[in-house]
């Protein structure tokens, strides 16, 4: 499995980004697909997943109003829109997906094995 984010980049507050994640794998629909961000210095945190069956998104309370996380089962791709970035949204966002993760462990980043390499979003003005 591999995965492959992309979107990431210099926003001034208040604006938005729209990651995406190609994922290279069979049955793409088949997976839970997940958000995480990681700020210099602190821990992963969760950001957003979904469950194979597109189910409403389940989202941090930091973000929840803001972001939005979709899934394109056609095109493997999953995307996170961010809009009224705040500066404390500044990470690197990572993609992360699993087959097996059950609905009370969605934000738990041990959940999933496969990870994307990340990619920047940096708020600033």
């Known amino acids: 499995v591999q995965l492959q984010a992309s979107g990431g980049g210099l926003v001034q507050p208040g604006g938005s980004l729209r990651l995406s994640c190609v994922a290279s794998?069979?049955?793409?629909?088949?997976?839970?697909v997940s958000w995480f961000r990681q700020a210099p210095g602190k821990e992963r945190e969760f950001v957003s997943a979904m469950k194979r069956n597109n189910n409403r998104p389940l989202y941090a309370d930091s973000v929840k109003g803001r972001f939005t996380m979709s899934r394109d089962n056609a095109k493997n791709t999953v995307y996170l829109q961010m809009n009224s970035l705040k500066p404390e949204d500044t990470a690197v966002y990572y993609c992360?997906?699993?087959?097996?993760?059950?609905?009370?462990?969605?934000?738990?980043?041990?959940?999933?094995?496969?990870w994307g390499q990340g990619t920047q979003v940096t708020v600033s003005s």
């Open positions: 794998v069979a049955s793409f629909s088949t997976y839970t």
């Open positions: 992360a997906v699993d087959r097996q993760v059950i609905t009370s462990s969605l934000s738990s980043a041990v959940s999933y094995d496969y």
